[in-house]
């Protein structure tokens, strides 16, 4: 039993999970060292077959005041959309924040975002930028591997510390095909918004189920962008992503999205041109992909630039090389006489 019905929290968290048990402690606890610690945690199972099940009950039964377990009927897998939702039907807090149970919390992550909900009531959306972590496996303390796993943050590329009207933040993720989202992990919303915005859709199982949800609430709430990198979002192979192909699974899914996307601009009655010019501009670079590859090849060299070349540079450079260069054009003030 979580805490009495008359003392609601002022967060609910929601982590789902299928499977994972071998990070899932590590993301339950790091809810639990948040600085802020009025929430509660809705743990939900979707259909879990591994040890996380137990887990997940463990910490349930431990934390019962704060920790809720929950699962589907019969311990079905109904799909990630789904078990959000459930998530939200039990969620008493008036703000919910998302994270998945193979991300972890950096601990000022509700509290810096509580801020912001707190000085603007007519803000219904926080979103930072995400940490691509993938630093987290060389713990193992191997030199030679901690030296190759290089986090990544991603930027939003959006004004960060004002109220963004809408649909600024939805017509910037069109005109960035999609880079300018941040992960689930990052985003934290007012209960009534997301009510209101309709949820996640069920029919998005896995990928494109969290860009399905943005785009609902960009579409009518007011958004915050913070420029502090408050969770990380771990990058590893049996991530939901890459269990379903990163590249296979986009090219697949992202048709199907954009048919949701203009159904549902038509059905709320959408009329801004901006917008409307960058979604069939999108659906230009989708229908006709070879006619853009030479016109977007400097903006993809410098997107993959963005993302792969610092761990490339540290892939082929050996730590005592890398040094010598950084202390040749000023950038490091160790002596690389001292690095053997």
């Known amino acids: 039993m979580r805490s009495e019905p008359g003392t609601r929290p002022r967060v609910t968290a929601i982590m789902i999970f299928l499977n994972g048990e071998q990070f899932l402690a590590e993301a339950i606890d790091s809810v639990l060292g948040q600085t802020l610690t009025d929430w509660e945690l809705i743990l939900v199972d979707d259909g879990s077959t591994d040890g996380a099940t137990a887990i997940a009950q463990s910490y349930a039964r431990r934390f019962s005041d704060k920790i809720c377990y929950t699962e589907h009927p019969g311990h079905e897998n109904r799909g990630m959309s789904a078990s959000r939702n459930r998530g939200i039907a039990l969620a008493r807090g008036d703000t919910i924040a998302f994270l998945d ?74 005109e960035s095909h999609g880079t ?77 999205f954009l048919a949701w996307l203009q159904g549902h601009l038509v059905e709320s009655g959408c009329k801004d041109e901006r917008l409307w010019r960058a979604f069939c501009a999108e659906m230009y670079r989708l229908e006709r992909p070879r006619s853009l590859t030479w016109r977007e090849l400097p903006k993809r060299a410098k997107s993959w630039w963005n993302v792969n070349g610092r761990r490339t540079m540290m892939f082929v450079l050996t730590p005592r090389l890398y040094n010598r260069l950084r202390y040749t054009f000023g950038l490091s003030y160790v002596d690389p006489g001292s690095v053997r």
């Open 101 to 174: 149970a193979d991300d972890i919390w950096l601990p000022r992550r509700l509290a810096a975002h509580m801020t912001v909900l707190d000085a603007h009531p007519e803000v219904g959306l926080v979103m930072g930028p995400t940490l691509w972590w993938r630093s987290w496996a060389a713990k193992g303390g191997n030199a030679r591997v901690a030296w190759q796993h290089i986090d990544v943050p991603r930027e939003q590329g959006l004004p960060t510390h004002q109220v963004i009207d809408a649909p600024a933040v939805a017509i910037s993720f069109l």
């Open 180 to 256: 300018a989202l941040c992960g689930i992990c990052s985003l934290t919303a007012r209960r009534d918004e997301v009510l209101a915005a309709g949820g996640f859709n069920d029919e998005f199982r896995t990928l494109y189920e969290d860009q399905v949800f943005e785009f609902r609430m960009c579409l009518r709430s007011k958004v915050w962008v913070v420029d502090e990198i408050l969770d990380q979002y771990r990058q590893h192979p049996d991530s939901a992503c890459n269990m379903e192909g990163r590249r296979s699974g986009d090219a697949r899914m992202r048709p199907i």
